[in-house]
């Protein structure tokens, strides 16, 4: 109870405090020295009422310094929560004043920063204070541990203790509306279609978007609404289905720019329908590459005056037309030199109409259509820039118009190069399929050079260009739970055995496992003496002691009738063949953050107990290479969270204690 009152407790104010106090019993003592000698008091009430209470105060003072070990008084964001606007710096402040020039901060994942720690009342190498300003944003929905070390109070340089916080990064935006709504039919034709999410994704998320049947459009960003603008009119009576990848983004805080890309994350699929104009139950032709020679052909649902009809409708650019009636309700109009190539027409109603019963009926959707031109690619598949995609995908481009497929095949450029065969699903879609598996982790850049020829159009004069990266060789295990172990805790190997446990369906609590096998809390001169083969060495609920090494945790899954098996002297390989068999593994190793030094013990039953400090537990549940050479682990760590880790840097990690690991079956 004491020591916490004395943690929330400012040790500036305390400080102030005590030289107040000093000043104010200074002045008090030489007035009791005064009346000692002219009024000769007694020495007795001097010690009562001078000496005691200011011994007892120095007592208090000299204890909150002394006997408390440093630790974080203050943070900003405060532990777990979010941090919200990256250009604000992470503000840190310690408990006791500290050397400056030792302090050593590890950032997982790793940030560009600069650390600023304030002078303490003007003594350069003395802080309490300090702040973390960011260079770069951090990927959305990402835990970050900022991990100090090196922290010696004033006056006892030969300590070394450790401080961390935790904070979450900005979180991914959701999607909230679509307009038009999933599965919404008799859609307009000229409308937008509108992603509306929960918060401004700016410099969050980037978006990969594909559509189908294929269009061309403009993407306009406007806070929380990202609108996809068709560049032309869609085809009535015609189902839709727009895709979006949500794509994580890293920016640079000083040049804006962005760093890196994650692989997606989600993807979110909207379909929808057009429907008929009111009044007008169909119009041709729409879309692009439309033919110079083509007619306008409209089919009303109103039988309408002619005169009124011609005498409304205007086409922009101006063309000289002819009208033909075909019957009451079906116009043609030709345009009597053709319509120019390569361009945008729009037929609008500038004015009501009239039935032949005098009613006047306003159309205000207008119809547009684009003329073939030039080649052009208005689509790809993978999309543009997108990661994560399968060795096995076939590369799909889609033109605006029919092609001479054979031009279009010998312009056709992949890097690096790579065998393959095309096909054609009609005149105007082309598709490369690669003979043997593309490679993993590598960007496929897509060249399709000018000299494209139209059939009917003109060739294309300019180059087309786009990449893609495939996935990493990887493999996880799918549905194991993950979970944070409590903020202080030491018991990062308790919540290894959790998850792994939970994998197999049980769901049982820390302060349980840690009942079953047993804990012993005792130390003796700085020492445990408790036995981790056996137990928990530690008090009942993990918030103190050393951990629990693999014999323990065996039992709790012997009970249950799993089959474990433990591993010492093991290889970065086996785990791999083990994960690769769908066996998690769970594993002890170094943290990779405190001070590596030697802490082994005997037990009080005589067992010799290899130790390190920083002994760390986790779980390893994927892997990226191959078996035989694994590049990197995927880690569930319970105090940094999933993440993935080098192999090189885990086996000197995971040796520093036998490289062992318990096998899950």
């Known amino acids: ?42 020495l007795k009430r001097f010690y009562l009422i001078f000496l005691v209470p200011y011994l ?46 030792e302090l050593i901060s590890l950032i997982n994942p790793e940030i560009e920063g600069e650390w600023v720690w304030d002078d303490y009342i003007g003594l350069q190498d003395i802080t309490r204070s300090g702040r973390l300003i960011l260079k770069e944003s951090i990927f959305p929905d990402t835990s970050v541990i900022i991990f100090i070390k090196g922290v010696h ?24 509306k679509t307009i038009p709504l999933h599965s919404s039919v008799d859609n307009s034709i000229d409308g937008v279609i509108d992603f509306i999410f929960n918060k401004n994704y700016n410099k969050l998320v980037e978006f990969n978007i594909t559509t189908n049947p294929v269009f061309e459009f403009e993407v306009k960003n406007e806070d929380t609404k990202m609108s996809i603008v068709p560049k032309i009119n869609l085809v009535q009576n015609t189902n839709y289905k727009v895709t979006i990848e949500k794509i994580p983004v890293k920016y640079s805080l000083i040049t804006d720019n962005v760093l890196a890309k994650q692989p997606s994350t989600e993807t979110v699929t909207l379909e929808f329908a057009t429907g008929a104009t009111s009044n007008i139950k169909a119009f041709s032709p729409l879309g692009n590459g439309v033919l110079s020679n083509s007619e306008i052909s409209i089919n009303f649902e109103k039988t309408f005056l002619k005169e009124s009809v011609e005498s409304s409708i205007q086409i922009v650019p101006t063309i000289q037309k002819e009208f033909v009636w075909v019957d009451e309700k079906n116009l043609i109009i030709k345009a009597e030199k053709g319509f120019d190539k390569e361009t945008i027409y729009t037929l609008s109603f500038k004015a009501p109409i009239k039935t032949l019963a005098e009613e006047e009926i306003a159309i205000s959707t207008k119809f547009s259509f684009e003329t073939i031109g030039k080649v052009k690619v208005i689509g790809i598949s993978p999309s543009n820039q997108s990661s994560g995609v399968s060795e096995y995908s076939a590369l799909t481009l889609f033109f605006d118009q029919e092609v001479d497929k054979e031009s279009a095949q010998n312009n056709l450029v992949i890097s690096p190069q790579v065998t393959g065969s095309i096909d054609w699903t009609d005149n105007k879609t082309m598709n490369w399929r690669p003979s043997e598996p593309l490679k993993f982790s590598t960007n496929y850049s897509i060249l399709l050079n000018a000299g494209v020829k139209s059939v009917y159009g003109l060739t294309s004069d300019k180059e087309f260009s786009f990449s893609f990266t495939t996935r990493a060789e990887e493999i996880q295990i799918p549905n194991v739970p993950f979970y944070y172990q409590p903020y202080g805790s030491f018991s990062c190997n308790i919540y290894a055995a959790k998850m792994a446990l939970g994998w197999k369906g049980y769901y049982l609590s820390a302060y349980s496992i840690i009942s079953e096998i047993g804990y012993n809390p005792t130390i003796v001169s700085d020492q445990w003496t408790g036995n981790p083969y056996n137990e928990f060495v530690g008090n009942s609920d993990g918030s103190w002691g050393y951990g629990a090494y693999a014999p323990a945790l065996q039992e709790v899954f012997n009970n249950r009738g799993i089959y474990t098996e433990i591993k010492q002297g093991w290889s970065v390989a086996g785990i791999a063949e083990q994960v690769a068999a769908g066996r998690p593994v769970i594993i002890w190793r170094y943290n990779g953050v405190s001070s590596d030094y030697s802490y082994s013990w005997y037990s009080s039953d005589g067992t010799y107990i290899p130790a390190i400090s920083g002994q760390h537990g986790g779980v ?44 899950i079956f």
């Open 56 to 101: 007892l105060f120095h007592i208090i003072f000299l204890s909150s310094y002394f006997t408390l070990s440093p630790s974080l008084f203050y943070t900003s964001p405060s532990f777990d929560s979010v941090i919200t606007n990256y250009t604000d710096p992470i503000e840190l402040k310690f408990t006791h004043p500290v050397y400056k020039s």
């Open 153 to 176: 109070r004033v006056f006892m340089q030969s300590e070394n203790h450790e401080v961390s916080l935790r904070i979450i990064s900005a979180s991914s935006p959701s999607l909230v």
């Open 1 to 42: 109870m004491y020591s916490e009152i004395l943690k929330k407790f400012d040790f500036d104010y305390l400080f102030i405090f005590f030289i107040f106090i000093n000043l104010i019993y200074f002045l008090l003592a030489a007035l009791f020295i005064y009346k000692l000698v002219r009024k000769k008091l007694k």
């Open 620 to 663: 390893i549940i994927g892997f990226r290479g191959s078996i035989n050479n694994p590049t990197s682990l995927l880690l569930y760590d319970p105090w940094f969270g999933p993440f993935w880790i080098n192999s090189q840097s885990f086996d000197y990690y995971w040796s520093r204690l036998g490289r062992t690991g318990l096998v």
